[in-house]
């Protein structure tokens, strides 16, 4: 039989290795969602406070990536529900993590088209939002976006296409988001 005190150590090695490997992307999640860098911050921190809580009852049956965001998805509606704020979604302060210093013209177009994008993501509905945003940005499977977000993998594909669909309705006519535009080496990612 297993020690508490082995089990203990155990759940806080993983907790460590978890954080280390998702912190980022946890981050990044609630700074899609939430604006304000301290928001950001405490929202992660109460995250990472709730997979600490629930470490010793985690099965397995999602990978500790997916089941990390899950709990950060619904940090992120409790703090939305206690504040009762609506519609306060941005991008603005999600972290960026580059391995090289773009140049200060590349800066510029990543940083108009990013306003853009933000301007377009907050113009869908919250379904829509963290579908893209799961899907698109974070680049999950359909399963284990639908896993987050307690859906099926229909009703994700389904939103996911239509949300993309409003996107580029909202964002065509944008020069950045143009196709040529695309060819030239500009994304919407």
């Not at 912190?23 to 405490?42: C, K, L, P, T, W």
């Not at 976006?145 to 389904?158: C, D, F, M, N, Q």
Request: net charge neutral; aromatic share 8%; glycine share 6%.
């Amino acid at each position: 039989m297993e020690k508490a005190g082995d089990k203990r150590e155990m759940v806080e090695r993983d907790l460590d290795e978890w954080y280390r490997l998702y912190h980022r992307d946890v981050f990044a999640y609630i700074g899609y969602h939430v604006r304000g860098r301290q928001d950001v911050e405490d929202i992660a921190q109460e995250v990472f406070v709730r997979v600490l809580i629930g470490a010793e009852r985690y099965q397995g049956l999602a990978s500790p990536k997916t089941w990390i965001l899950a709990i950060a998805r619904r940090t992120v509606a409790d703090w939305y529900r206690k504040k009762r704020l609506k519609a306060l979604f941005s991008l603005s302060e999600a972290f960026d993590v580059v391995s090289e210093e773009p140049s200060p013209h590349e800066q510029a177009v990543m940083g108009a088209r990013e306003a853009r994008l933000r301007e377009g993501l907050l113009q869908l509905k919250k379904d829509a939002r963290d579908v893209v945003v799961l899907r698109m940005l974070h680049e999950f499977s359909t399963e284990e976006t639908a896993e987050i977000l307690g859906w099926s993998s229909a009703k994700t594909r389904t939103t996911l296409h239509r949300a993309m669909k409003k996107l580029q309705e909202l964002l065509g006519e944008d020069e950045l988001f143009a196709p040529e535009s695309a060819e030239k080496g500009v994304s919407v990612k």
